[in-house]
């Protein structure tokens, strides 16, 4: 007899409120249950015989919420249906859920349909999930898109010492963790209005999470360095009365240039970040250049510089 010809032994599911539900029904039929770890292993190993594959961060994220707490019942369910190559329902949606229960070791309340269609398996997870960006907007906040991108752009520079984009769906930060972090961090919401202005002022020479991360860099290495922040990009974006050895002046000829420039010969966001956190430390201490420093692709990133020989303006 082959495994998936097995008789499962998990027949019922316990109704909250009382009763059962069966998972072999051919009738449709809905209720509300509370999934616990070997409950969830049973139904795994038992039932999910005819599915997409596992996706190891997807399932990861689940585990981790539900130790969070954070992890909530939503309505959607656990779906089970009748396929014509087995004997018994098999899952046809809820994987990730049912394997997260198991790695978090929590019991979680969950909706259970029974009855469906195996065909509609084929349709299940194909619409378009919910951005962090459109919660963030429901959340009341402007700026939705760009105060998520900003936000993930700032994660990696703030945790992992990385200037680059986000990696999509192999991102690390979950969406709930994004929106705790922009909470968390009421600046950003300042950064992503600085950045916004520059880089329309530059046409996009140097892109808007880049320009956020530096003003967010700059901007938290002490109290008074917001006002040095915002005071930097101003003359930046201005770049009025400038001599033509002051390093904004260089910094803003070098944008201007690198506008032109296409592909793998336009520096990268780890290139343009350093250069600028750079000609920050030369303005703020006060120093002229003949000409800005070259940056490698692999170099560290450089530390706000505590000497500070200007006058607010």
Not at 193 to 211: D, E, I, K, Q, W
């Amino acid at each position: 007899m082959t495994p998936q010809m097995r008789r499962p032994t998990l027949l019922h599911l316990p109704r909250q409120g009382g009763g059962d539900i069966k998972l072999d029904s051919r009738v449709p039929d809905i209720a509300f249950v509370k999934i616990s770890p070997s409950m969830a292993r049973i139904l795994l190993d038992e039932r999910n015989h005819h599915n997409r594959r596992m996706v190891a961060l997807a399932r990861a994220r689940h585990a981790k919420a539900m130790r969070d707490k954070r992890f909530v019942t939503t309505g959607d369910t656990l779906k089970f249906g009748h396929h014509p190559n087995f004997a018994w329902a098999l899952m046809i949606d809820g994987q990730h859920r049912l394997a997260a229960i198991v790695d978090s070791g929590q019991a979680f309340v969950t909706g259970i349909a029974v009855g469906i269609d195996h065909e509609a398996q084929q349709y299940t997870d194909t619409g378009r999930p919910r951005r962090v960006h459109e919660t963030l907007t429901l959340n009341g906040e402007n700026n939705g898109p760009k105060l998520e991108t900003l936000a993930r752009w700032v994660y990696r520079l703030q945790n992992e010492g990385t200037v680059r984009k986000h990696g999509g769906g192999r991102d690390s930060l979950s969406g709930y963790e994004l929106i705790d972090f922009v909470e968390a961090n009421p600046m950003l919401r300042d950064c992503v209005s600085v950045a916004r202005a520059t880089y329309r002022r530059f046409s996009g020479a140097v892109n808007m999470p880049t320009l956020g991360c530096v003003w967010w860099y700059i901007a938290n290495a002490g109290q008074t360095y917001p006002a040095l922040a915002d005071e930097y990009f101003q003359r930046i974006t201005d770049g009025t009365g400038l001599a033509a050895n002051d390093p904004v002046y260089l910094l803003r000829e070098r944008i201007h240039a690198s506008a032109a420039l296409k592909g793998g010969a336009k520096p990268s966001p780890h290139q343009q970040f350093c250069l600028l956190v750079k000609v920050f430390n030369a303005w703020v201490e006060g120093r002229t250049m003949r000409r800005l420093p070259t940056i490698a692709l692999d170099s560290p990133l450089p530390t706000v510089t505590h000497k500070v020989a200007i006058t607010h303006s």
